[in-house]
Nanobody, 123 residues
Framework: QVQLVESGGGSVQAGGSLRLSCRVSGRTFSSRYAMGWFRQAPGKERQFVAAITWSGQGTDSADSVKGRFTISRDNAENTVYLQMNSLKPEDTAIYYC???????????????WGQGTQVTVSS
């Protein structure tokens, strides 16, 4: 079993920054799990944000966050990060991290999910 716990959410003004963390426990983090970040705003469907391969050499991000958000991981710390800069009100959502044995934009790639952390961006 794999457990994921997100942290780092909060409230910021537009243009501000936040760094989300997702710590993984249970099975060895470096057991080739790809990691992803997704978000869900009220009344909207869950949306892909960013993903990273188990080695960290491959990354992908949604067009809406490209150039503003950066995903990274530290396998020694069993943690994946999402650095969010130039935040906009439309980035307001609950952010979830996910782990899976395959890498991609679809939620179907990921078997394990965290509980989520709220990000609120005010104008």
């Amino acid at each position: 079993q794999v457990q994921l716990v997100e942290s780092g959410g909060g409230s910021v003004q537009a243009g501000g920054s936040l760094r989300l963390s997702c710590r993984v426990s249970g099975r060895t983090f470096s057991s080739r799990y790809a990691m992803g970040w997704f978000r869900q705003a009220p009344g909207k469907e869950r949306q892909f944000v960013a993903a990273i391969t188990w080695s960290g050499q491959g990354t992908d991000s949604a067009d809406s966050v490209k150039g503003r958000f950066t995903i990274s991981r530290d396998n020694a710390e069993n943690t994946v990060y999402l650095q969010m800069n130039s935040l906009k009100p439309e980035d307001t959502a609950i952010y979830y991290c996910a782990a899976g044995l395959s890498y991609g934009r679809s939620a179907f790639h990921y078997n394990y999910w965290g509980q989520g952390t709220q990000v609120t961006v005010s104008s």
